[in-house]
């Protein structure tokens, strides 16, 4: 990267130490700036480390640790002389579960070493060579903004802004003026852009629940209460590792005496720590368990009869519309009425690879164990009929009598119990109707114009789109190429930049997704200028942090109000994009305003500031729709029937009964379980999250590479046959790409799956194998049948020794 | 192996081979008084005396090595009162200490017969403490493969083969030096002195290694039926480093039996040319035998927990 | 030692994911391969045929956090050469940087690898129990910031009265040697003990 020499090479032989940080400060002629006073606690119960460290030197800061794990934790940075000593998670005193300390994870930790990683951004930059190819050169932000402006009006005036999009991120998803918002409000504002629906982490969940439950759930701790907890492929103490979020209120459920059992292809961490029953299921055949769970609560008069005929649609024959055509309810489908196989646990052992007896005792389980939470999470959505699972499971908590009762579930994921309410940097309309999936956006780049809302595509707000993407804003994202499916093929539609012809990135990382662009703008971190975050809710405490600036700057990073203020005054909206607000404190003082306009308790812009955090507790364990159960006429839910949708009048209107059932089904996955490719790939790869990431976010930190290696989990058996000791450098492959990873030989994993953890950064070689291990040069750009999601856990490969 | 453990290998080679030689050259001196005079004695054993100086210190600078903050290596001997390898550097300074002065008064001819040969006697002890100490270092709960009786055993054993085969080949090149020089000594003497050294050198070098070879095997099976770190241990040392350890005990044996038994033949039949190259070749092979020995104590090791 | 501080790890809580570990480094400033505490993976059980499909059996798993033990009998200030290694009045086992010649002598002695040596300084280093922080009133930073309140520490005395007396998991080794002073609450399921056959460390090349 043809990067100013000097200044670069101080950033690679800094060894990311305190003692680098002086050198960096003293290299570009400042220190550290402390934008606010002393950060403590807001409750009267002062710290004493917090009281004692007033009197030392050092000042414990509050900043904040905000990614897309969604845990939003609380940080403080000591700061000694200017210079950040170390990072101090949340020294509140108290911690109970009545308000519980937001103890940032290993991530969190590790934030020095992320935001003086020799990764970072340290100036903008153009691309000089092919796309894709790696070669920038440093230029201006003058001539950054300038290029982006005349680009925006070329494009603009070419092609419509139908052909611009703000590309789905999650780096810097938060409302306030350092997120993504300002970007957004003035690409609105320049007339708009395409947006799209659902997200990379729910596509299917999001596009689905809506259809069955709503979504409406008991909050996690309610789990408190509850004596047995069902989880499907849910794996929160990894995925939410910190703060006060579903893994606490999980562990904190198990010290209370809740039994667990986890439905997963692997044992995960979690399964492990809550000292679950593990049943390992083959990958993406929960429906088929759900049906046989079904059958046997129905053949032993096992569940809630009364509850399903007066809550349920399309449970049994008699509770299905009236236009529904015969045999189309879940109890003729599960009695074999509809099609002749009866779903048995004989049935479902073969496709599960869970013994026939062990799904009678699951059942027997679940029905007599009250109150039983039966939860899921995201993994198994994101499969290739990920819409199915997400409508099952909510049907076990119905059947088993545990909707809306304290400590039982609707069968979503983990509900909320209230979070606090902030204002956020104003988006605006977008005067460009035309959205599309999430996961389909290399079809805009080369259809757009062939897209419609039809079966194929599924775009929204618009019957057909009149333009291909030729414009893309990346903001904080890595999933141009990283987190997208197919790697290889993404970057082949990419690399022609006469479609989409000009991708702009802000990043604070030279990230994959970074190398594909072609302005690269370099973002501050949240240490490098002032935020606010919130965060909690998932049990009975939120809180918002006052996340300050604790150093300068690092080389031309700049906060991303400033890039979009300069933009908008190139672009001639500066008026309206600043509504009389220029600066962060300014945006920020309008954040807290909204925010004591909801909570009088709310400290005043200058009193938060001081005390950094503002926490609100709540009575918590709230009962997802318990107004729905006391009377449903009154109350319905929010789903079109208002009630639990078994039977979706929306989806048989689509009349695609092999892909888009009304009721959910087990539809055998391409490259899955039984896809006759298994012959040629004989292994099931899912990409699961690694609690070293969060995504691809601190992928390459040396903290977190060094305590939790990038690693294939493969069992013991399948490792066997070929030959691969724990350890061994492997190559895993199918006819989309080649990565190279080392194994973890495991017991905890089915024979026939592996688990390739997700958001390890893309490196290819010469030869295009894959040296970083990313799971998505092995995945399938095939979005899903009704949410149009993505697939990234259903794939077929072969793994081999290297 | 990183060179921390090349330095060790170098300098336990190198001061156990020094050890050896020492106490190796004092037997032959006293014998070799018997058989004839002190001057001849003293011909036959001070230039040998002399070059075993080198060798200790090289092995104690290469020791310096191995520490990752040399500037503190005088603190190392503080902690003599629980630490073998206080006491073993402790040894070694005493040993090549008490062996400069023996040698400077042993070649300046200072001091009485008597003296020297006291002093002599307590260096050599220092010596032999220095190989015990050496392997009570290694005697270490947590570290199976080292915490058995074959540590002791090979120590020793290394000490007096190397140390016996390195004076053997010292004193052929010493004979080839005084037939140069023929005023310095009476030669058919010393043709005379060093074929009975060689001769008994030789029959010693077959013993130790011998001892070798009977203690390895014992070795291997006794790790193979301890713990799961010590069978990981035995399984090293047969699978993955099993070449290197094959060609570490055939070597042996080449070096040991073969040339030291060639060497005894040589020497009683006064083949000298044949004789030399015995010698010389014994040395070698033993001395690249015992190297890959000691380079598989340290690869092969492996401390329990985590 | 009448005053001696020692850890508590409640195994039950443990979830693997290493924020004492990082927690440690961070405050410590600690080099890459310098890791004073770990969290080591005891696996074990093995998937088996039963009719025409494999099934789980005795599969478990579970997560060790381990530093120094700051133990009664320490292997390692015995064997220091430089006699660099000592006990304090709370009996922190502590290494003077001033006095360390980095032998490494002493990493081959801790069965529990808490002597780890810093190739920057070129000396050993090890875990001291943050003790600048416990001049502080603060709690050692592993302690302050486990995710899921697994750590603890305090006199040892009291932590065994609180938590009992368990030391030896697995993948420990036996106690009896050095006598650490950590306690361990074992997990509802199963723990093994130091002398099991029945698992092994998942994670070496981690630790």
New interface residues.
Partial sequence: MGQNQPLSQILDDVVLTRRSFVKWSSALGGTAALAGGLGTALHSAQTTEAARAAESTSQLITTACYHNCGGRCILYADVQDGVVKRLVPDIDEVDTIDQPRSIPCLRGRSQIHRVYSTDRLKYPMKRVGKRGEGKFERISWEEALDTIASEMKRLKEAYGNESFYFHYASGTQWPGPNGRNPVRRLMRLFGGYTDYYGTYSSACYSAVIPLITGGINNSADDMLSSKLVVLFSSNPVVTTSGGDNVGYHCMKAKEAGARFICIDPIMTDSCVALEAEWIPINPGTDVALVAALSHVMITNDLYDKDFMAKYSVGFSEDTLPEDAPKNSSWMAYVMGDADDVEKTPEWAAEITGIPAERIVSLAYDMAQTKPCAIFQNLGFQRRAYGEQPVRAIPILAAMTGNFAIHGGSTGGTVGSAGGIKMGGVPTGDNPVKGVISVFMWPDMITRGTEMTNGPQDRIKGVEKLNANMKFMWNHGGNTITNQHSDINLTQEILSDDTKLELIVTCEVMMTPSAMWSDILLPASTGFETDNVITGGGSGRVAWAMYSHQVIDPLFEDMPEIWMADQLADRLGVLDEFREGKETTEDWIRFMVDTAREADENFPTFEEFKEIGIYKKTSPGQKIGAAAFVEDPEANPLTTPTGKIEIYSPTLAALEDPEEIPAIPKYIPEWEGVSDPLRDTYPLMMITPHAVQRSHSTFSGIDYLEEAHHHVMWINALDAADRGIENGDTCYVFNDRGKIEIKARVTPRIRPGVIAVPQGHWHKPDKDGLDKGGCGNTLTKYYPTPYAKGNPQHTNLVQVEKA | MNTKEWALIAYTILTQMSVGAFVILGVVHTLALRKSNEKEASALSDRALLAIGPVIVLGVLVSLLHLGNPMNAYRAISNVDSSWLSREILATVLFTGLGAVFAFLQWRKIGTFQMRRILAVVAALAGLVLVFCMSQVYLLDFEPAWNTAATPITFFVTTFLLGGLAMGAAFVANYSYLKSKPNLSDLPIQADLLRTSLQWIAVAAMILVGIELVVMPLYVAHLSNGNALAVESASKLTGEYGTIFALRLALGVIGAVLFSLFLYMTATLKKDRQMVNFAYGAFAVVLIAEVMGRFLFYAIHLRMGI | MANQLGFHVDL????????C???C???N?L???V?WR?V?QY?????IK??N????SN?F????S?SCMHCDNP?CL???????ISKNEDGIVEIDQ????????C???????APQ????????TKCNFCVDLLA???KP?CV??????ALDFGPIEELREKYGHFDGPA???DPS?TKPNMVFTP???VTMTFDS?AG????????
Avoid: H
Avoid at chain 3, 78 to 84: D, F, M, Q, R
């Fill in positions: 039950s809580k443990c979830t693997g994911c290493k924020a570990q990082v927690a480094k961070d405050k400033d080099p890459m391969d890791i770990r080591a696996t074990g059980g093995e998937w039963s009719g499909q494999y099934v789980p599969i798993s579970y997560f060790v381990v292997l015995e064997v220091c050469p430089a006699a660099a001033d006095k360390c010649v980095g032998c490494r002598y990493e081959w002695t801790c069965p529990y690898g040596f810093n190739a920057d300084k070129g000396t050993m502080n009133g603060e930073a302050a910031g486990c995710t899921f309140r993948p420990l080794v040697v997990r509802k399921t056959k092994e460390i998942a994670n070496p090349e981690e630790l």
